[in-house]
């Protein structure tokens, strides 16, 4: 995923990211890398999910 602006300081946390388990992701500049085990159609990991943060 790539964001439009740099992320501003309240960006997902680590602690926000453990509720997503086993999926993860990590937040490095404008980029968002996910890593979705159960596939793109069954995560909860969205852009509704990103956008909202």
């Known amino acids: 995923m790539f964001l439009r ?3 501003v300081p ?3 946390t680590q ?3 453990e509720r ?5 992701f ?5 980029e ?3 890593d979705m085990l159960n596939g ?3 995560s909860k990991l969205t852009t ?3 956008d909202a943060r």
């Not at 997503?20 to 993860?24: A, G, K, Q, S, W």
């Open 5 to 7: 602006d740099h992320p």
């Open 10 to 12: 309240e960006t997902p």
């Open 15 to 17: 602690q926000e990211a």
């Open 20 to 24: 997503f388990l086993p999926e993860r």
């Open 26 to 30: 990590a937040v490095v500049g404008r």
């Open 32 to 34: 968002i890398y996910l």
């Open 40 to 42: 793109a159609g069954r």
């Open 48 to 50: 509704t999910y990103f």
